[in-house]
């Protein structure tokens, strides 16, 4: 009992040096005042501009691609990226796409070929 009880109060007070060795600065850093824009993921819907470096969202909002090489093919056509926004610059950095498709509606009639026995 005694050897336990040792062996925790060595654990405790070594912990807390530890923890006192290391002091926190209150003062800022010149690294840390610096101005950071707040990057934020989103999933966004537009058309590709012609020369696949800028995005045209459905209320007429051109958001400037940091990265075209993702967009590269898709030109002129309407996708749903996953990306970071920089709203400061009005940029974006494509992570991911997906090509928005017209929706199709299928229709038949029952005197379609398919439908004769």
């Known amino acids: 009992m005694k050897s336990m009880f040792s062996v925790a109060l060595v654990l405790l007070t070594s912990g807390i040096a ?44 051109e958001w400037a691609i940091t990265n075209p090489e993702a967009l590269k093919g898709r030109e002129a056509t309407l996708v749903t990226v996953k990306c970071f926004v920089d709203s400061e610059r009005n940029q974006l950095r494509i992570l991911s796409v997906k090509t928005s498709q017209p929706e199709f509606r299928y229709a038949s009639r029952s005197g379609d070929s398919a439908f004769r026995r």
Not at 41 to 52: Q, Y
Request: proline share 7%; net charge neutral.
């Open 18 to 61: 530890l923890g006192q060795s290391q002091p926190q600065s209150a003062v800022a850093t010149p690294e840390s005042s610096v101005a950071r824009p707040t990057m934020k993921s989103l999933t966004v819907s537009g058309k590709v501009s012609h020369d696949g470096r800028a995005l045209v969202t459905d209320i007429d909002t």
